[in-house]
């Protein structure tokens, strides 16, 4: 068979047929000592798999001729976090520091020259914690997860020198919030340990923590030096403070180690300042930052700014410049994205950036490949900066340059005479007036389908531990998950394949495994594999299937806003699912008005412009999908297997405002629209944009318009601000 001739779906399902025998042969042939096959088979083969990496390079990733790595440790016991742990935005400019001040005095209505105090403090390159004391005692610590929810490591941070165990005069309650790191002196010395006895080294501070940490076994912890900074504050039983500053005095008190570098800044020139002594300081600092952290000193500051998703309002990490290496850039690819987009990368000649090896890079699109005239041969500068994928900068001047520049169109066309999606051969475009090429394939296009499977049961949607990309893909391989559904159905098909069927993959008798395994790989017929227990594939034991099934079942109820931000529904991020959820409340009822919204001139859909963030824009791509046949079965297909929960409940049930729907319009004084809308989302009010028959209530200050006019038509209750204030009881 001619490698060329294949269509890369099919590629995908060879090359994964080839990498379970390969696999199995391996193992066959180093750990037991029986090969089943003659060399003549395992050598054609790899050579079959060679041929087919050759043409389709991103098959090499997950094969046996690249050695894998070793299977997934057990897991922690979960830990939900009393409030949850956020993570920061970033500033990168000095005027984003500005704009993040600016940005805090426009929400507290305060005077342009009112003084804003801030503490600024070095931003540790770790990982955070939570640590949880109980009438002062040490009860528990937690990793931060996806910050809802982490790990328990209480026996693993008991090991930590410099943790308190037990603290005078603390509330019943007390949650202190931290970073645990590895000091640039005890990394080395740690890796120069770990060399000396032929173990793992790690590639910088950050990863040894979180490794040393993250061990099982509480003993190896113990030998590895953690050391521990307190920052933050999580539940407390009562106040124990008015200011950050205030409360860092309060933790070094406790007897918990504080950053003596955090200074109380009066104005934000200071904090800059900071950043910039920081920053020159930063090499002969005994650990790594990547940045400096400012927070609102003021603690009832803090409260009113709140959290917008995942950051709060009131702090912000100012980081600094990327890191940047020099490296050669072999190839360049495309890979294909959840939405069909295509989007070009760089593989690179691994190099080091700033301590983490770099072998791939984004390019992001063709407009900016011709930009910077990036060409495959090149020498060029790669940077990373925090978590964010890293990015090839642009050739280094004065360096032998690739033979051709890269063309998108080219590459797409493959020498064919059209461009084609590289994943299923759909035709492939490039929207008008967008910088991007999609593949139209859709619901055919292998890649499109992993991708929405790996965001389905990625972090921030279904979370679902063990279904990580490449379990995914070989699930999708071997056709037992096409889709969102088939995965809630994994457990039902194991549970029909009958013991003895099982028990003969579980047995090292070769003549047993060789009865179910033909000899010839090429004749391998991929029906066949939706028979077969999952313990039949390499990689996969009774033990790891089980753990798999179990965070499965754990995730057949879901909230209704991770399920509609699973779903992954172009421009639907984690805030819109968020506001769709707390505006519809139950599935049903969101589903039945998306439905009936497809129609744009009804009520359901000014009701769905009307939320607050959502045009017509978004409402576009929402109402897209909901206007596609094969997406209303997949979405009752998937709800049928699913208990979807209800919307939280507006967060004060008791409030008099929990549950209405208000408007704001004109003028208020005593807040700003923005921290009255805050308030008022906190009190479980909805805010919408606009006025109907089923707003509430409308609030109107001087100057009011159209609103007013709509809702006096309507007979809606308006209020003035002051009467507003008095029925929320501010
Ligand atoms: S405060 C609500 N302070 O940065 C804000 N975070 O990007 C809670 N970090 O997850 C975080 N040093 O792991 C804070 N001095 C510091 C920090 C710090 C490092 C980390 C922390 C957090 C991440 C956010």
């Known amino acids: 068979m001619n490698t060329p001739a294949l269509t890369p779906f099919e590629a995908r399902i060879e090359h994964a047929t080839l990498v379970e025998q390969v696999t199995r042969w391996d193992r066959q042939y180093h750990a037991e000592d029986a090969p089943e096959v003659d060399d003549a088979v395992y050598d054609a083969a790899k050579r079959r798999l060679l041929e087919i990496e050759a043409v389709f390079p991103e098959l090499a990733k997950n094969s046996p001729t690249a050695k894998v790595g070793a299977a997934p440790a057990e897991g922690f016991g979960k830990v939900r976090h009393a409030v949850p742990m956020l993570s920061l935005d970033n500033a990168f400019a000095d005027d984003d520091v500005r704009e993040f001040v600016g940005r805090i005095r426009r929400f507290l209505a305060l005077a342009p020259d009112a003084p804003i105090a801030l503490v600024a403090e070095p931003k540790i390159d770790g990982l955070s914690i939570s640590l949880r004391y109980e009438n002062g005692i040490f009860v528990q610590g937690a990793t931060r997860g996806d ?155 803090q409260q009113r700014l709140g959290f917008v998703s995942r950051s709060p309002r009131w702090a912000i990490a100012h980081k600094f410049p990327a890191e940047q290496a020099r490296t050669f850039l072999k190839a360049i690819h495309i890979s294909v994205g959840r939405t069909g987009v295509l989007t070009p990368w760089a593989e690179l000649e691994p190099v080091n950036v700033g301590g983490v090896v770099v072998g791939q890079a984004t390019l992001h699109n063709e407009d900016d490949i011709r930009r910077k005239d990036i060409r495959a041969g090149d020498t060029v500068i790669v940077q990373r900066a925090g978590d964010v994928i890293p990015q090839v900068v642009g050739p280094v001047p004065g360096t032998q340059r690739g033979p051709t520049e890269f063309s998108m169109v080219e590459m797409l066309k493959a020498g064919g005479d059209h461009p084609v999606c590289p994943a299923c051969g759909s035709h492939a475009e490039r929207i008008e007036g967008e910088s991007a090429w999609r593949c139209t394939g859709g619901l055919v296009c292998p890649a499109q389908a992993t991708e929405r499977l790996i965001h389905f049961a990625s972090r921030n949607a279904f979370d679902i531990e063990g279904l990580g990309e490449r379990n995914l893909a070989f699930l999708f391989h071997i056709g037992r998950v096409t889709k969102p559904a088939d995965i809630f159905r994994l457990k039902a098909i194991e549970e029909s394949i009958p013991e003895e069927q099982k028990a003969l993959w579980r047995s090292p008798k070769k003549d047993k495994l060789a009865q179910a395994i033909p000899k010839n790989m090429l004749e391998f017929n991929t029906s066949r594999l939706g028979t077969l227990p999952l313990i ?86 929402i109402l897209s999908f909901f206007e596609e046949e094969h997406n209303r079965e997949a979405l009752k297909d998937l709800a049928d297997q699913l208990t979807i929960l209800d919307a939280q409940a507006p967060v004060a049930t008791n409030s008099p405002v929990a549950g209405k729907a208000v408007v704001f319009t004109g003028e208020l004084v005593a807040m700003t629209r923005q921290e009255a809308k805050a308030r008022a989302e906190s009190l479980g009010a909805k805010v919408v944009g606009s006025v109907s028959k089923k707003t509430d209530y409308v609030i109107a200050g001087p100057g009011a318009g159209s609103k007013l006019t709509e809702a006096e038509k309507l007979g809606v209750t308006v209020l003035t601000e002051q009467e507003w204030l008095d029925l929320i009881n501010a």
């Open 147 to 301: 910050g809802t929810e982490g790990e328990n490591v209480t026996e693993n941070l008991k090991t930590l020198a410099t943790l308190p165990r037990r603290i005078e005069n603390a509330p019943a309650v007390l949650e202190v919030r931290g970073e645990v790191y590895m000091t640039k002196a005890d990394f080395m010395a740690l890796n120069q340990r770990q060399e000396a006895a032929g173990d793992k080294i790690f590639a910088n501070p950050r990863n040894a923590a979180a490794g040393s940490l993250r061990q099982l076994n509480p003993a190896i912890t113990a030998t590895r030096p953690l050391s521990l900074f307190a920052y933050a504050m999580g539940e407390v039983s009562e106040p124990v403070a008015d200011s950050h500053a205030h409360f860092l005095e309060k933790l070094t008190g406790w007897g918990f180690p504080t950053n003596q570098l955090a200074t109380r800044c009066d104005d934000v020139d200071a904090v800059i300042a900071f950043y910039h002594n920081i920053g020159e300081r930063r090499a002969g600092l005994p650990y790594d930052i990547d940045g400096v952290v400012y927070k609102v000193d003021r603690f009832d500051w």
């Open 536 to 621: 039949a594939f390499e990689g996969w034991k009774d033990k790891s299937v089980e753990k798999l099934l179990k965070a499965i079942e754990d995730r057949r109820s879901i909230a209704l806003e991770r399920f509609i931000y699973a779903l992954g529904i172009r421009q639907v991020g984690e805030t819109t699912a968020k506001r769709l959820a707390r505006h519809y409340i139950s599935f049903t009822h969101w589903r039945d008005q998306m439905i009936a919204a497809v129609d744009r001139e009804n009520e359901a859909y000014h009701e769905l412009v009307s939320i607050e963030d959502i045009g017509p824009s978004v409402a576009g791509d």
